[in-house]
């Protein structure tokens, strides 16, 4: 799936064959578990930052797919919620400081 996207930094194209999955859902059939999940991606361009993305996804044909932009907090809180850590950037891992003090999970705020 393809998705162009313009800002005042340039054009930037989502394209999740070519651009790398860093979570990946389980899938299954379109009657039965895991029909639908979403997928997190990333779109590296030199010179532009890179672009955190979701692919939410249904194994029904009838079902619209969609490619959402996400924060690079948002992305890492998606990846905390399946218990996986994004190390792109360590300086801003402010739930394992949470973490540290008792929390569990940023939403409990």
């Not at 299954?28 to 955190?52: I, W």
Request: glycine residues 8%; contains cysteine; charged residues 30%.
């Amino acid at each position: 799936m393809k998705k162009r996207l313009s800002s005042e930094e340039g054009e930037v194209v989502l394209d999740t064959e070519r651009d790398v999955c860093i979570y990946s859902a389980p899938r299954g059939r379109p009657d039965g578990a895991y029909a639908r999940g979403k997928d997190l991606y990333v779109h590296e361009q030199e010179g532009l930052p890179d672009t955190y993305y979701i692919h939410s996804w249904s194994a029904d044909p009838d079902e619209d797919e969609l490619l959402q932009t996400v924060s690079l907090v948002s992305a890492e809180e998606f990846l905390e919620l399946r218990g996986l850590m994004l190390n792109a950037y360590p300086e801003q891992r402010g739930s394992l400081a949470l973490r540290s003090y008792g929390y569990g999970i940023a939403e409990e705020f």
